[in-house]
């Protein structure tokens, strides 16, 4: 796992996910993002690829904001600044709405992980005790 | 005959009489709708945690494959445990090629027409979300599902292209331990879920898909490894996208071994063994075809084909 660009240090060591969690992976930037994939995905290069693994997090000028769906697969190994929430707030969520959460005192202000029945929702921003939404707009599929 | 199905082309009808051998139980569950069906993404949940996930919506294991689920209640399209990512909605017969073709983790694996990666997200989930699977696609419509969906399955080894699958492995030739070629097809197989799919149907149709599918089934082959392993699949019935392109990928390459296609538990037909007074090279007696009344699904056909490790 390359994680010697500090803000991706900085994103796993905010939700205390293990070095050997992501034993076999790597972590490349582009297109305005790190991307997350094995390492067979990011040296493949027999051709231009549209898209390697799954975007980590997307880069702004001075922060960096975690995806949902790498959060999604990598939060099951977060030890530090997890929500655990009731499936109807996770859906609240999803609809955009904000709820109040009373967190446990560690839970520092800022990104969090969203934990329910202990799979991994994605990411929230919490500013004690509003939490608000960073999940993507959920598009149902047909059946 | 149903109403339904008294619908379907007057061409078409003569010809499935004319290649399934039970006619009548064949027609009547092709103008049923098919089941509802889920498969656990197990790069996310296992079955057990799923079936707790799932409880009113009735789900029921199917005895084939423990990660197959039928569901006997509509609406998990819309559910929390959908946007999580703990389940796909799959149609069962659409499980069996990446089953067939069995990866293992490690490996690498191209996806030739990938898109929307039902089946890539399968073939992630069989590898446990090691190694490498090179997910293409022509068609940039469909790319967006394609992205969406490795993204919601949270798989880490998948790399997406968008090229013609012959120009694609002109480029990386003689690399992969397994290939899937889910061709591009005339969808017979699904009139089930929509008969709109034979608003498009006619012979030309079918003459002009059998030359694509020749076309990416040897660029198929010749992306093996020695020793590598493809499926051929398609959704259709018509013998001219089936056992008319493996037959050609048989006698193009006569060191190719054509392997039985088997899954314990399911049910499979003989494939024809000759279609329009034209007989078929011998291998492709161990071809498959899904009828959808055998194990209510839809309809598909599949190959399964061994580059040997030395060419003889
Ligand atoms: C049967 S669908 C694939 C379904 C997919 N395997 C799944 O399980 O979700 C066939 C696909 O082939 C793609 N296709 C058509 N011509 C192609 C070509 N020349 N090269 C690569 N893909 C092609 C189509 O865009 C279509 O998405």
Redesign the pocket.
Known sequence: MKRADPRVRGLLERFGVPAEALAGLDVVEGQGAFFIGTREVMTFDAVRPLRRGIRFCRVFPRSVKPTTHAMQVLGRHATRNVIDLEREQVVGLINGEQVEVDAPAAVEDGYVLLRVDGFSAGVGLYRRPVLKTQLPRYRPVEE | MTRRAAEFPGRFLDRCRAMVPDFEPFIDSMSRPPRRTVRVNTIKANREQVLGWLRNLDPQPLDWWENALALGQPGVGKRLEHFLGLVYVQEAA?MVPPLVLGAEPGETVL??????????TQLAAMMENTGLVVA????QA?LRGLVGNVDRAGCLNVVITR????A?VRNWPGSCDRV?V????T?EGTVRRSARVLDQWSLDAIARFSQ?QK??AVAGYHALKPGGTMVYS??TLAPEENEEVVDYLARRFPEAELLPVELPGFRMRQPLAEWNGRRFATGVANCRRILPQDNDTEAFFLALIRRPIEAR
């Open positions: 659409s996806d030739l027409c990938a898109a929307p990666g039902s089946k890539t293409n696609d022509y068609s469909r090229m013609d699958g012959v694609l899937l889910d061709a591009p097809c969808c694509l076309g990416l398609t959704c």
